[in-house]
C-alpha cells in the first residue's frame, strides 16, 4: 500500500483554493473608502479645478433622456458607464447621448457580482461590451468602472486586455436607495466631494428602488452650481486632467468644496 500524501500536501489542497479566492478578491477592497484613498489615480482625483460628473447602470430609455436634457440646459457634459447589453438594446440612447457631446464608458457587460473567480468570462465580457460602444460610436471607450465597485483581480486584468483603465470615484449621491430625495444626495455629494473629485450617480433604476433615480436628477443642478461657485468645473473624465500613477492625485483644500 502505498502512503498517503503528506501532511504538508495536504495542508496545500486545502490553502490553494483559498490562495487563489484571497488573490481574486483582494483588489476589491479600494471599494471601501479608507483604502480607495490611498489609490488616488483609481479613485479619479484629477485636476483640482475640475470634478469629473459620472453616471453608471445605463442606457436606458426611460430615464437617461431626461439625464441628457437637464445637463444641457446646466451646459454640462459627463462620463457615462454603460452596461453593454442594455446598449445592445437601446442603441437610440447610446447614440443621442455621444450626439450631444458625452463620454461613454463600460461599466460591464452584465451587473453582476464577481464573487468567484472567472478570467475568461471576465474577458469576454469586457471586450464585449467596449466592442458594443465602439460598433455603435466608431469609438473605443477608455475607462472601466465594475458593478458594485468590486474590482477583482481578473477583472482588473480583463480591463487591460480590453484596453480599458479603472477608474471609480471619490464622492457619491447615494442614489439607489427608495428613501433618496434631491437633498440627501447632494449632501452625500458635498460631504466627500472635493476639488479633483469624481462624482458617481446613476441615470436608471434599474439596479436599485423603483423611481429613485429621480432624485438623483434633482440634485444635479445644485451639485453642479454648488461646484461652480466654488470655482470649479464640471465635467467628463475625459477633460479631467487624472494624473498618471505615482503622479499624486492631490486633493485641493476644503474651501473647495462644493455647497
Request: with cysteine.
Amino acid at each position: 500500500m502505498s502512503p498517503g500524501p503528506s501532511p504538508a500536501r495536504r495542508a496545500a489542497a486545502v490553502l490553494t483554493p483559498a490562495a487563489v479566492a484571497a488573490a481574486h478578491i483582494a483588489p476589491a477592497a479600494t471599494w471601501l473608502p479608507v483604502v480607495r484613498r490611498r489609490f488616488p489615480r483609481l479613485a479619479g482625483v484629477g485636476h483640482p479645478a475640475h470634478v469629473a460628473l459620472t453616471f453608471d447602470d445605463g442606457p436606458d430609455p426611460e430615464s437617461t433622456p431626461c439625464f441628457l436634457d437637464a445637463l444641457e440646459e446646466l451646459g454640462v457634459r459627463a462620463t457615462f458607464f454603460v452596461l453593454g447589453d442594455h446598449v445592445v438594446r437601446h442603441p437610440s440612447v447610446v447614440r443621442e447621448t455621444v450626439r450631444r457631446g458625452h463620454e461613454l464608458a463600460v461599466h460591464g457587460w452584465s451587473h453582476d457580482r464577481p464573487w468567484l473567480p472567472a478570467p475568461a468570462e471576465d474577458v469576454r465580457g469586457l471586450a464585449r461590451a467596449a466592442g458594443a460602444v465602439r460598433e455603435l460610436t466608431g469609438r473605443h471607450p477608455r475607462w472601466y468602472r465594475p458593478p458594485y465597485g468590486i474590482l477583482t483581480s481578473g477583472r482588473w486584468a480583463a480591463a487591460r486586455t480590453a484596453g480599458l483603465r479603472p477608474v471609480l470615484w471619490t464622492a457619491w449621491g447615494r442614489d439607489w436607495t427608495a428613501g433618496a430625495t434631491p437633498a440627501s444626495v447632494r449632501s452625500a455629494v458635498a460631504a466627500g466631494l472635493r476639488g479633483g473629485g469624481t462624482v458617481l450617480l446613476h441615470d436608471t433604476d434599474r439596479m436599485s428602488a423603483p423611481d429613485c433615480w429621480r432624485a438623483a436628477l434633482g440634485a444635479l443642478p445644485g451639485i453642479v452650481n454648488g461646484c461652480r461657485e466654488a470655482g470649479l468645473s464640471v465635467g467628463p473624465l475625459a477633460e479631467h486632467g487624472v494624473p498618471r500613477a505615482g503622479n499624486g492625485g492631490r486633493h485641493a483644500s476644503g474651501a473647495d468644496r462644493p455647497r
